[in-house]
């Protein structure tokens, strides 16, 4: 039987989603756990890759397992596993359904706060008192859809088999005192780094160092810049996953202060 797995993890002690000799990774934290409890070897396939220190608010991952999971068995996984890792759902599905391939859409979240505040430390990214023009940080931020050759904002384009994305929906957004930004971007898919380096560049923008027709430029020139400087990760969320036959709210919301602001403060630029 065919598995999907609904997750959430916070990514600051993890070198990423992907299984890596030497490293920590969320991958093998969620197939030595399966592995122990079933008393056999799981391989799990994932939605996606994230960068280290990047987290997901919501992930799915597809297992193929020879006997049926019940509450228990959720109940015991969560169990054993890190607080920074939880199961939400444990989906049952018809034929060979695939976390990776089948999914349409992918959603995600970078938050920037201004000010130091230790309880935002890993939740979102600082950049300390930055005079960032956000309105022209909004008209770069309003070109991403018009584009699907994403080239420019990828740090190594040539070893993927083509650099096309289908931005669906980008947006700007700031809090009601203006201390906190966050950016959303919605696309079938995204290449490696591609969201860091975006906010990088729209950072560029809003501190006077790159003009929005430069990033134009970039885009329309499938030009990849000799520097490329990603954002900070730790702002970073994974945040939907969308699939023609599964489309599940997520389950959680980054932290309380963040969820307040996303549902009660936060503006369109």
């Known amino acids: 039987m065919r598995y999907f797995f ?4 916070h990514g600051t002690n ?17 197939e030595t756990a399966l592995g122990k409890l079933l008393k056999v070897n799981v391989n799990i396939n994932g939605c996606g890759r994230t960068d280290a220190h990047v987290h997901a608010s919501q992930f799915f991952f597809h297992a193929d397992i ?4 019940d509450d ?3 109940f015991r996984l969560n169990k ?4 920074d890792v939880a199961v939400f759902d444990i989906i049952a599905m018809q034929g060979l359904c695939h976390a990776r391939f089948d ?41 991403l859809p018009l584009y699907n050759d994403y080239r420019c904002f990828c740090k190594m384009p040539d070893r993927n088999e083509n650099t096309i994305c289908n931005v669906s929906a980008a947006g700007l957004f700031v809090n009601s005192s203006g201390t906190k ?6 696309a079938n898919r995204f290449l490696s780094k591609m969201v860091r380096i975006i906010i990088g560049r729209l950072l560029d923008i809003g501190e006077g160092r790159m003009s929005v ?19 900070y990760p730790q702002g970073l969320y994974l945040s939907k996953v969308t699939y023609p036959y599964l489309d599940l709210p997520p389950a959680t919301s980054f932290t309380t202060m963040l969820q307040n602001d996303i549902n009660a403060n936060w503006q369109p630029v």
């Open 181 to 186: 930004i966050r950016f959303n971007i919605s």
């Open 6 to 9: 609904h997750i959430a993890y």
């Open 72 to 74: 228990e068995f959720f």
């Open 80 to 83: 054993i596993l890190p607080d």
């Open 213 to 231: 027709d430069e990033f134009e430029h970039y885009l329309i020139n499938k030009e990849t810049p000799k520097i490329i400087i990603p954002a």
């Open 103 to 143: 999914a349409v859409q992918r959603s995600y979240n970078y938050f920037i706060h201004t000010y130091k505040d230790p309880f935002l430390n890993t939740f979102s990214s600082l950049y300390l008192d930055p005079k960032l023009d956000l309105d022209k940080m909004n008209k770069a931020v309003d070109l």
């Open 14 to 30: 993890y070198s990423g989603w992907q299984r890596h000799p030497g490293v920590s990774n969320v991958q093998e934290v969620l």
């Open 66 to 69: 020879d006997r049926e999971l």
